[in-house]
């Protein structure tokens, strides 16, 4: 039975009110200005749209049970972005769970709303163990700019908001076998009320933490590694992950047929006394994909695993400057026949406890219809209350 984005909410509620325990609620909103140009085959448009998200929080907590809920209300205002191909891709966008988890875009005059079921999760914890069922986060891998083994909620470092990812619905259980070791087992379903299995072991030991992937689903097999470690006393952070992946994609006659690869990055973090912190990373794949084949799975696993090059290189580098002045970089270079590049600068200014405001931007350079995405400038107000 499909249950709707808005029954999920209303039991949430009722249950936790009914329950003895401590409710919290709380709202944020994100107000992101955006200008760019859309370089997709069928268009080449300039762009300026308002994005506007209000989202609400209902958090639950008695004793050992817990409980959460995030709700969305989006709003995108621009005709020039509203009329593009882009946003018409964005409206049909859904996330792959057996229950819809936003209703359809309304339109109006230059603009258009929906809202969406971002977050709804119960779980139970104690000392040993953490049961979690709902629309929640999938967490694998340690990549800081990418996560080729996180088959679930992989990063998208090209976005404004990387870590805006849909939820999956899942059923997910962690138990630990001692202080520094942990095995977890996921169960999700998707749209087509198929099932996507994961289970990974972690455990410290004597120089690392070292973990173990595994995904199993009617279309993709994943096994991997994870770690992630201190270089003796430098205080350089070391990290890798990588997995051999198994999956099938389709061609343009809606046939399937099967790919096999390897994919996986190796990276290096250091903070220094300065306030600055640095990070560099490198990611492989054995195997590259066409714009084409990426625009034919869009709903496939391995979408995140679509590359266009077999090597990127990236590097962020973040600073304090004081106690409400951040910048941060974030630089990616894609080597494929011919080379592209990525550049986001962002200057972020913490008002007060409760407003913080963003300058940002996305430089594309290289090759015409990269992965890597395309300009755009924006301004970002976030307000929390």
Same mark, same amino acid.
């Given at each position: 039975?499909?249950?709707?984005?808005?029954?999920?909410?209303?039991?949430?509620?009722?249950?936790?009110?009914?329950?003895?325990?401590?409710?919290?609620?709380?709202?944020?909103?994100?107000?992101?200005?955006?200008?760019?140009?859309?370089?997709?085959?069928?268009?080449?448009?300039?762009?300026?749209?308002?994005?506007?998200?209000?989202?609400?929080?209902?958090?639950?907590?008695?004793?050992?049970?817990?409980?959460?809920?995030?709700?969305?209300?989006?709003?995108?205002?621009?005709?020039?972005?509203?009329?593009?191909?882009?946003?018409?891709?964005?409206?049909?966008?859904?996330?792959?769970?057996?229950?819809?988890?936003?209703?359809?875009?309304?339109?109006?005059?230059?603009?258009?709303?929906?809202?969406?079921?971002?977050?709804?999760?119960?779980?139970?914890?104690?000392?040993?163990?953490?049961?979690?069922?709902?629309?929640?986060?999938?967490?694998?891998?340690?990549?800081?700019?990418?996560?080729?083994?996180?088959?679930?909620?992989?990063?998208?470092?090209?976005?404004?908001?990387?870590?805006?990812?849909?939820?999956?619905?899942?059923?997910?259980?962690?138990?630990?076998?001692?202080?520094?070791?942990?095995?977890?087992?996921?169960?999700?379903?998707?749209?087509?009320?198929?099932?996507?299995?994961?289970?990974?072991?972690?455990?410290?030991?004597?120089?690392?933490?070292?973990?173990?992937?595994?995904?199993?689903?009617?279309?993709?097999?994943?096994?991997?590694?994870?770690?992630?470690?201190?270089?003796?006393?430098?205080?350089?952070?070391?990290?890798?992950?990588?997995?051999?992946?198994?999956?099938?994609?389709?061609?343009?006659?809606?046939?399937?047929?099967?790919?096999?690869?390897?994919?996986?990055?190796?990276?290096?973090?250091?903070?220094?006394?300065?306030?600055?912190?640095?990070?560099?990373?490198?990611?492989?794949?054995?195997?590259?994909?066409?714009?084409?084949?990426?625009?034919?799975?869009?709903?496939?696993?391995?979408?995140?695993?679509?590359?266009?090059?077999?090597?990127?290189?990236?590097?962020?580098?973040?600073?304090?400057?004081?106690?409400?002045?951040?910048?941060?970089?974030?630089?990616? %270079? #894609?080597?494929?026949?011919? =080379? /592209?590049? @990525?550049?986001?600068? *962002? !200057? &972020?200014?913490?008002?007060?406890?409760?407003?913080?405001?963003?300058?940002?931007?996305?430089?594309?350079?290289?090759?015409? %219809? #990269?992965?890597?995405?395309? =300009? /755009?400038? @924006?301004?970002?107000? *976030? !307000? &929390?209350?």
């Amino acid at each position: 039975m499909i249950i709707s984005s808005k029954k999920l909410f209303f039991l949430f509620l009722f249950f936790a009110e009914s329950l003895s325990g401590d409710v919290d609620y709380r709202v944020t909103n994100t107000n992101i200005t955006v200008t760019g140009d859309s370089s997709l085959q069928s268009e080449n448009k300039s762009y300026i749209y308002n994005y506007n998200r209000a989202r609400f929080y209902a958090d639950y907590e008695q004793e050992r049970y817990f409980g959460s809920v995030i709700g969305d209300i989006v709003n995108y205002y621009g005709d020039s972005y509203t009329s593009s191909n882009i946003f018409e891709y964005l409206k049909n966008s859904r996330s792959d769970t057996p229950f819809e988890t936003q209703t359809n875009f309304k339109d109006y005059g230059k603009g258009a709303v929906y809202a969406k079921l971002y977050r709804a999760y119960v779980g139970y914890e104690d000392a040993k163990n953490r049961v979690v069922a709902g629309l929640q986060n999938i967490s694998m891998g340690v990549g800081r700019i990418w996560t080729p083994t996180n088959i679930f909620n992989p990063r998208n470092s090209y976005a404004i908001e990387p870590d805006e990812i849909y939820g999956v619905s899942a059923l997910s259980y962690l138990r630990h076998l001692s202080d520094t070791s942990h095995i977890t087992i996921v169960a999700s379903q998707n749209k087509e009320k198929k099932f996507k299995y994961a289970g990974q072991y972690k455990g410290y030991l004597s120089f690392a933490d070292i973990g173990l992937n595994a995904v199993n689903s009617d279309k993709t097999k994943m096994i991997g590694y994870e770690i992630e470690g201190n270089l003796a006393e430098t205080g350089v952070e070391l990290r890798s992950e990588a997995g051999y992946i198994r999956s099938s994609l389709e061609d343009e006659f809606n046939q399937e047929y099967e790919v096999e690869f390897f994919q996986g990055i190796i990276g290096a973090e250091y903070g220094f006394k300065n306030g600055v912190t640095l990070v560099f990373e490198t990611l492989y794949s054995s195997k590259d994909f066409t714009y084409e084949e990426v625009v034919l799975n869009l709903r496939s696993d391995i979408l995140s695993n679509l590359v266009n090059s077999n090597f990127y290189s990236g590097v962020t580098l973040s600073y304090s400057l004081n106690l409400f002045l951040d910048a941060s970089l974030l630089y990616i %270079e #894609s080597f494929g026949d011919k =080379n /592209s590049r @990525f550049i986001s600068p *962002s !200057l &972020s200014y913490t008002l007060n406890d409760y407003n913080s405001f963003t300058l940002g931007a996305q430089i594309v350079g290289g090759k015409r %219809e #990269s992965e890597l995405g395309e =300009n /755009s400038y @924006f301004f970002k107000w *976030s !307000l &929390s209350f």
